[in-house]
Nanobody, 121 residues
Framework: VQLQASGGGLVQAGGSLRLSCAAS????????VGWFRQAPGKEREFVAG????????SYADSVKGRFTISRDNVEKMVYLQMNSLKPEDTAVYYC???????????????WGQGTLVTVSS
């Protein structure tokens, strides 16, 4: 599975962005997908994850109620809708895929390149 993340940019606090993760590979529908982020000087952290058929999702406490993850297995896309953005959401965001959805970055075998999200106060 190959992944490509996009959609980052500069937004004011309280604004919204939608990140996209485009996947290639015939077996994409068999993989769980997670979004992670890494701020300068900090470790990569779990943001949101979605199971194979999209029925099960998981969110970090810091983004619950503000972010929504979704996927389209036909189009091989995963989205992260981010609302009510805060300056502390500023980070490089990555999508990753693996056969099992976990919150541990080390568990994911496939990664896209990051997309930078900057939230100004």
């Amino acid at each position: 599975v190959q992944l490509q993340a996009s959609g980052g940019g500069l937004v004011q606090a309280g604004g919204s962005l939608r990140l996209s993760c485009a996947a290639s590979g015939r077996t994409f529908g068999s993989y769980a997908v997670g979004w992670f982020r890494q701020a300068p000087g900090k470790e990569r952290e779990f943001v949101a994850g979605i199971w194979v058929r999209g029925g099960t999702t998981s969110y970090a406490d810091s983004v619950k109620g503000r972010f929504t993850i979704s996927r389209d297995n036909v189009e091989k896309m995963v989205y992260l809708q981010m609302n009510s953005l805060k300056p502390e959401d500023t980070a490089v965001y990555y999508c990753a895929a693996d056969l099992i959805m976990t919150t541990r970055p080390s568990s994911y075998d496939f990664w896209g390149q990051g997309t930078l999200v900057t939230v100004s106060s």
